[in-house]
């Protein structure tokens, strides 16, 4: 597969779309993978995850983990939902024991990324949700893939259009 096919962009239309694009993630990223994204305030980062939660098998509320800083949720698969905002230092990720969650099974998904980047070597996928201030309900998600294993995810998008 070329560089470029492991790049893709879509448009969402409402929070519910983006539920159902993060429930696609959920059934079908790799196994281990994390999930980076990337986005203003209230650009649709948890809701994309709470789907990804529901793709993953979870039942019951999938809440914000802004205060919680990690939340571990059981399902069908183990679903990981991190949240960065409250940290400024990387020092303060040796307290989290963030490589141990990173390299767990099941798809991670962490908001506010910055701090974590360079740590991640499992099959990862980065997301880049833009606003349009015209538009308050719909959101770009840009999408990039690496490693091993997106294939039935890439279909599945690819399927969509
Ligand atoms: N197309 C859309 N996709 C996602 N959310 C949308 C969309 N349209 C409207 N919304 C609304 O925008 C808000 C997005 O909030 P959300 O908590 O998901 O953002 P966030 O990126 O996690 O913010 P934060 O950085 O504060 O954690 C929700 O109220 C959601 O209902
Ligand atoms: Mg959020």
Redesign the pocket.
Known sequence: MSASARNYSRI????G??RDLGAAFGRLAPDGSVIL?E??????????AQGVGLGCGVVGPIA?P?FNLILEYGGRRHFTHV?L?RLTTASDLDTLDIDTVLSGDGVTCV??PTLITGRVDSPAATLK?EVDPRK????EVDMSFRGEGWSALIDWLAGQT
Do not use: Q
């Open positions: 969402v239309a409402d929070s779309s983006m994204l986005g203003a305030l209230g650009a649709g980062k948890t809701t994309f914000s802004t949240d905002y908001e506010w949700f308050p309900d719909v959101r």
